[in-house]
C-alpha cells in the first residue's frame, strides 16, 4: 500500500494521539522524546519499510532498532497503527506480562531488538546488518539513536565497525533534538562539530528537518544505495513536536501528562 | 470442571493372547487365554489413565459405527474422559490391535488402525480451538503421524505444552519442523528416530542429546522399563531409576507414564518432578493384571508413593 | 601402589584448553552451519583464529571493543545465527557486563561466550587481565548457564553442550595446560559433575585448573595419613545439580571448595548458597581471599595466593579440627 503525505501525516497524528494515551494511562512514561521521532517511525513503516504484519516475523524483512529505547511509545503507537499489535495493549503499557514494555523488548514478535539502556542498539543493529551481509539477505538495517546517546562510547565503537566493515545496508537515523536529561545538549556534552564526527568516522551523513516527510524520504531513497557505507541522516527535531506546550519543553522528557494537560493534548490532535 | 488436558489419539482396542515366548515370521506357536481386554490403544489408555489420576481430560479421535466404538463410549463415560470429539466414521470400522503377552511380563503390539487413520487436520483444530483453557495435549503415532504433529504444533502455538509419544515409531525427516514440547520415546522408538540400530553400546546422554537437537523438543524423556528413564532438557541430563516392584504384566504402563507426565505438569510440576512422580504411576500399574485395569486412581497412588518412601527410609 | 602411580592414573599429560577450542570451534563450525565466531582482537592467543582459517564468512574480528562485540553477537542471533564470542575473561564478562545483560541474557538469546584467561593462573600480565569475578558477574544473571570444563579433552564436549542449549551460556577456560583427567572422560557432552574420588567423609569440590591440586592432596592425605578424601570436578555451576551433588555427598561431614577466583560470590559461595538450603555443612574455600592477583608466573602465583595441592590439605586439616570440635 502506497501512502501519501496527507495518509502520512494523518497516521503520525494518530501515533502522538496514542502515544499520550498510553503514557497517561500508565502514568508514566517519556512522551516527549517519543513526539520527535515520530516523523521518522511512520516514514519508515508505512513508506520504507519491506514489513508485512501478518507475516511479522518473515526471515526477509528489514529491521528496526530504536536504540534510544525511552521513546518506545512512538514504536509500539506506530506498531499499533500498522496492525501488528492489537489497539487494546496501549492501555497495558509498562504492566506485568505487556508486550509494551517500558522500553522495547525483543522477545514480543513485531519488536526486532531489546534496548533501552542508552548505547547498546546501534550495536544490535550493526550486528544484524553483518548477519544479513554475511547470509546474502537482501534486507535493509534501520536504527534510531538520539543524541544524548552519542555521549556513550558503545555508540563510536558501533560507528568504527560499520564504516569498516562496509555495513552499507545500514541506515540510522540520529533524532538531533538537543537536549537530555540533565540539560540541552550542548551544556552537558557538545557534539559539536557532529555532522564532521560522523564523517570522519567513514558515514555518509545527511541532515535535514526530521518532521518533514519529504525531506525524510529523500534520505531515505540516497540512503538506500549501496555505496560501501554505512548512512546516517542527522534529523534535526524538536522534543514535544506536535502538540504545542509540548514542543520544546523539557518537562516531558520523562514524566507523562497529568489529566489535563492529557484532554488538551488530546483536543489539540483530534482538531 | 472444563477439559485441561486433552489427547489427540487412537482407539484401537486390544485382543491379548499369553503365549511362553512371542513366534518368529513364519512360525505357528500355541497360545492360551485368548480374551478380549479392557485396553484401547495409546491414545483412550493415555487419556483413561490421565482421568483416573485427576486430570479432566478430552479425548479427540475417531471410531467406527460398531460395536467396539460404542463401548469405547462407555469406558470413557465411566471414566469422566469428555467425548464430544470422538467422531463417528460410516464408512471404516474401529481401529483394533493383537497384544501377545509373555511369561515374563513383557509384551509385544501388532496394530491395525481402521478409523484413526481418518481423523482430519480440520476436525482436530476445531476440537483444539474449542478448549482455550487447557493445557496440556499429549498425542502417539497410533493416528496417522502428519494429524498428531499437527495436533502438536497447534497446541504449541496456543500456548499449551504438547507431549507427543512418538508410538509407534518410523525414522521421519519432517519432524525437526514441527514443535514439540516434550518427546516422550521408549529406547526402541528413540534410537528408529534416529535411524539407528539399536544397540546397548551407545551412551542414552547422547542419544537424549542427538534426538531433542534431530526433534527440536524442548525436552526429551526416554522411558526404559523397569530401568527408569533418562531425560534431557535445556539445563541438561537427569536420570530416574524405576521404583523397585513385582512386575505383574507391564502392558499399559508406558501409557501411565505419558498420562502421569502430563498431570504432574498440570499439578505444577517441574518436568523432571513430574518425571519422578510417573515413574512411580507406571510402576504401580505393573503390579497389576490388565491394561486399562491397572491404571492407578491418584488416591492410589498417593498411597502407593507414601508407601515406597516409607520403605526406602527402614 | 606408590604416590606417583596413583596419581599417573588421575592426571594425564598437560593440555592447553585453549588449543583444545581452536580445534573444537572448527570441528564444531563443521556441524553448524550457523556457528559465527567473534574475536575482539585477540584471536591469536585464544585460537579463535584457527575458525577463521576454515569458515571465513562466519568469523569477524571486532577489534579492542568487548561491548560493540557483544551488541553485535546479539544482532547476529536475531539474525539465526549462533555467536560465539571468544575473548578474556575479565573484558567480555567485566567490560560488556552490562551490554550482555541487557542486549543478550535479558532477551535470553543463543549467545555463547566462552573467555580465556579466568583466574591468577593468567601470570605475567598481573591483575588487570586475571579475571577473579567472571563467576560472580555471570552468576548473578538471571537464565545464563555456567561451564567449567576441568580439563582439555572437556572443552569439546562444553562447547557441544552449549550448542544444545538455548539461551547464553558462559564457558571458562584457563590460559595455563592443565592435566587431562584421566577418569572424568566426557562424553560428547559435558555432564554435571565428574566423581573422582567416592569414598570419605571430607569432600573436595574443584573446578577447572584446581581439579589437579584438589586431586594431589586427596592422594597425599590417603598416602600419608591412610584417609580416603573425596574429589568432585564440578563442571555445570548454573543449573547446579543440586539433586546429584547432593547424593555423591551422602555420608559427608565437611566440605573443602577450591577455585581461582575469589571466594566471594564464586564456585564456593554458589556451593555454600545451594548447601545451605537442603544439606548444610562446614565449609572451607580455597581460593583468592578477596585480594587481586599480580604479575608472576602462574606456579609462583598459585604458592602466593594459598591454590596448591598443599593449602588444600590444610584446609581440609582445618575443617577435620572444627568438625571434631
Not at chain 2, 184 to 190: G, Q
Request: hydrophobic fraction near 40%; glycine fraction near 8%; charged fraction near 20%.
Amino acid at each position: 500500500m502506497i501512502y501519501d503525505d496527507k495518509e502520512l501525516k494523518r497516521i503520525a497524528r494518530n501515533i502522538r494521539i496514542n502515544i499520550i494515551k498510553m503514557t497517561s494511562t500508565a502514568r508514566s512514561g517519556h512522551p516527549g522524546p517519543s513526539f520527535s521521532i515520530v516523523e521518522i517511525l511512520t516514514a519508515l513503516y508505512f513508506w520504507k519499510m519491506n514489513i508485512d504484519e501478518e507475516d511479522i516475523l518473515s526471515d526477509n524483512r528489514d529491521r528496526l532498532v530504536l536504540s534510544k529505547g525511552h521513546a518506545a511509545p512512538a514504536l509500539y503507537a506506530t506498531l499499533v497503527e500498522k496492525g501488528v499489535f492489537n489497539e487494546n495493549e496501549l492501555n497495558n503499557f509498562r504492566k506485568i506480562g505487556s508486550p509494551f514494555q517500558g522500553h522495547p523488548d525483543g522477545k514480543n514478535p513485531g519488536i526486532d531488538a531489546t534496548t533501552g539502556s542508552l548505547g547498546i542498539g546501534l550495536s544490535q543493529a550493526v550486528g544484524m546488518a553483518l548477519g544479513a551481509k554475511r547470509k546474502s539477505a537482501n534486507l535493509s538495517v534501520y536504527a534510531v539513536i538520539g543524541d544524548g546517546e552519542c555521549d556513550e562510547g558503545q555508540i563510536w565503537e558501533a560507528a568504527l565497525f560499520a564504516n569498516h566493515n562496509k555495513l552499507d545496508n545500514l541506515t540510522v537515523f540520529l533524532d538531533h533534538n538537543g537536549d537530555q536529561f540533565e540539560g540541552r545538549v550542548e551544556d552537558v556534552i557538545s557534539l559539536s562539530p557532529l555532522l564532521e564526527k560522523w564523517q570522519a568516522f567513514g558515514w555518509d551523513v545527511y541532515q535535514f528537518n526530521g518532521h518533514d516527510f519529504n525531506q525524510i524520504k529523500d534520505f531515505l531513497e540516497k540512503a538506500s544505495i549501496h555505496n560501501g557505507k554505512p548512512k546516517i541522516g542527522i534529523a534535526e527535531t524538536r522534543k514535544g513536536f506536535g502538540v504545542s506546550f509540548m514542543e520544546g519543553n523539557h518537562a516531558y522528557h520523562a514524566r507523562s501528562l497529568t489529566e489535563d494537560e492529557t484532554k488538551k493534548a488530546l483536543d489539540e490532535l483530534r482538531n | 470442571m472444563k477439559p485441561n488436558l486433552l489427547v489427540v489419539g487412537s482407539h484401537a482396542p486390544a485382543m491379548f493372547v499369553d503365549v511362553e515366548r512371542p513366534p518368529l515370521i513364519g512360525e505357528t506357536i500355541k497360545g492360551e487365554n485368548f480374551r478380549d481386554q479392557i485396553d484401547g490403544g495409546k491414545g483412550s489408555n493415555q487419556a483413561i489413565a490421565a482421568a483416573r489420576l485427576g486430570a479432566s481430560v478430552s479425548f479427540i479421535g475417531r471410531v467406527g459405527n460398531d460395536r467396539l466404538g460404542k463401548t469405547f463410549t462407555t469406558w470413557l463415560e465411566s471414566d469422566s474422559v469428555d467425548h464430544q470429539w470422538l467422531f463417528i466414521d460410516e464408512e471404516h470400522p474401529t481401529g483394533a490391535g493383537l497384544n501377545i503377552q509373555t511369561d515374563d511380563g513383557d509384551c509385544a503390539l501388532i496394530t491395525w488402525m481402521g478409523a484413526n487413520q481418518f481423523l482430519s487436520k480440520e476436525q482436530v483444530e476445531a476440537a483444539i480451538e474449542h478448549y482455550p483453557s487447557s493445557k496440556i495435549l499429549l498425542t502417539q503415532f497410533e493416528i496417522p503421524h502428519e494429524i498428531a504433529l499437527f495436533a502438536s504444533d497447534l497446541a504449541v502455538r496456543l500456548g499449551k505444552m504438547s507431549i507427543v509419544n512418538p508410538a509407534p515409531a518410523t525414522k521421519l525427516d519432517c519432524l525437526a519442523q514441527h514443535q514439540i514440547s516434550i518427546l516422550v520415546p521408549n529406547k526402541i522408538e528413540a534410537f528408529t528416530l534416529l535411524g539407528l540400530d539399536i544397540s546397548d553400546d551407545q551412551d542414552l546422554r547422547e542419544i537424549c542429546y542427538e534426538l531433542r537437537d534431530a526433534v527440536h523438543a524442548e525436552s526429551v524423556i526416554i522411558t526404559l522399563g523397569k530401568d527408569g528413564s533418562i531425560g534431557l532438557d535445556n539445563d541438561g541430563i537427569w536420570e530416574i531409576t524405576a521404583p523397585q516392584v513385582e512386575s505383574i504384566d507391564a502392558s499399559g504402563a508406558g501409557d501411565v507414564f505419558c498420562a502421569a507426565i502430563g498431570v504432574g505438569l498440570l499439578d505444577g510440576k517441574s518436568i523432571r518432578e513430574a518425571s519422578k512422580w510417573a515413574a512411580y504411576a507406571a510402576a504401580l500399574s505393573v503390579t497389576r493384571q490388565g491394561t486399562i485395569p491397572a491404571f492407578p486412581y491418584r488416591n492410589e497412588l498417593d498411597k502407593f508413593i507414601k508407601a515406597q518412601l516409607e520403605g526406602l527410609n527402614v | 601402589m606408590s604416590k606417583s602411580n596413583t596419581l599417573s592414573a588421575i592426571l594425564g599429560e598437560r593440555y592447553s584448553q585453549r588449543k583444545a577450542l581452536g580445534d573444537a570451534l572448527v570441528m564444531l563450525g563443521e556441524e553448524n552451519p550457523n556457528l559465527f565466531v567473534l574475536s575482539p582482537d585477540v584471536g591469536s592467543s585464544t585460537n579463535a583464529i584457527k575458525f577463521q582459517t576454515n569458515y571465513q564468512d562466519r568469523y569477524v574480528c571486532t577489534g579492542i571493543a568487548e561491548m560493540n562485540t557483544v551488541g553485535i553477537a546479539a544482532g547476529l542471533a536475531y539474525m539465526d545465527f549462533i555467536p560465539v564470542v571468544v575473548g578474556y575473561a575479565i573484558f567480555i564478562t567485566g567490560k560488556a557486563w552490562e551490554p550482555f545483560r541487557n542486549s543478550v541474557a535479558y532477551p535470553h538469546l543463543n549467545v555463547k561466550l566462552v573467555c580465556t584467561h579466568a583466574g591468577i593462573n593468567v601470570g605475567p600480565d598481573g591483575a588487570t587481565h586475571q579475571a577473579i569475578e567472571d563467576l560472580a558477574l555471570m552468576h548473578s544473571i538471571p537464565g545464563v548457564h555456567i561451564f567449567v570444563p576441568g580439563d582439555a579433552q572437556q572443552v569439546l564436549a562444553s562447547l557441544r553442550r552449549a550448542l544444545s542449549v538455548d539461551g547464553p551460556v558462559y564457558i571458562r577456560l584457563e590460559r595455563e595446560p592443565i592435566p587431562q583427567l584421566l577418569t572424568a572422560k566426557p562424553s560428547q557432552y559435558l555432564d554435571d559433575q565428574y566423581e573422582i574420588f567416592q569414598k570419605g567423609e571430607i569432600a573436595i569440590l574443584a573446578i577447572g585448573g584446581m581439579v589437579e591440586p584438589a586431586v594431589k592432596a586427596a592422594v597425599t592425605l590417603k598416602q600419608e595419613c591412610g584417609q580416603d578424601i573425596r574429589v568432585i570436578c564440578v563442571t555445570t555451576l548454573k543449573p547446579l545439580n543440586t539433586e546429584k551433588l547432593i547424593q555423591s555427598l551422602e555420608g559427608v561431614q565437611g566440605i573443602v571448595t577450591a577455585e581461582d577466583h575469589n571466594i566471594f560470590g564464586g564456585f564456593g559461595s554458589f556451593i555454600a548458597e545451594t548447601l545451605a538450603k537442603f544439606k548444610p555443612l562446614p565449609m572451607e574455600m580455597v581460593g583468592l581471599q578477596d585480594v587481586f592477583g599480580c604479575s608472576d608466573s602462574a606456579t609462583n602465583l598459585k604458592y602466593h595466593y594459598g591454590l596448591t595441592s598443599r593449602h588444600i590439605i590444610e584446609a581440609v586439616q582445618s575443617l577435620q579440627f572444627r568438625i571434631k570440635g
